[in-house]
């Protein structure tokens, strides 16, 4: 028997407390961006930008070092496939 796309979803799912550590290791800027994800997620890198007040050089390198800790991941926009919209993993 194979493992459905939503069984293995949720088994790559972080714990609270192993997201808060992976966190936790991650400057302020990116920070700043999940806890806008926690509130307003799936944005784009310009809505995060808007959304956070951070310039969209820093909000790119904050959405690098979270998909380096595998706490953040993309997919295309319903809305226009042409961007990348951005949501925790956990």
Avoid: C, I
């Avoid at 991650?26 to 997620?41: C, F, H, I, N, Y």
């Avoid at 959405?63 to 496939?81: I, P, T």
């Amino acid at each position: 028997m194979s493992t459905s796309h939503v069984e293995t979803a949720e088994q790559d799912r972080l714990s609270e407390s192993e997201y808060r550590e992976r966190l936790r290791e991650l400057p302020p800027s990116a920070k700043l961006v999940a806890k806008v994800l926690e509130s307003d997620a799936p944005l784009s890198q310009g809505g995060l930008a808007e959304e956070s007040l951070l310039p969209d050089r820093t909000v790119r390198y904050a959405l690098n070092r979270l998909e380096e800790q595998g706490l953040v991941d993309s997919r295309y926009s319903f809305k226009d496939a042409r961007k990348q919209v951005y949501f925790l993993t956990v």
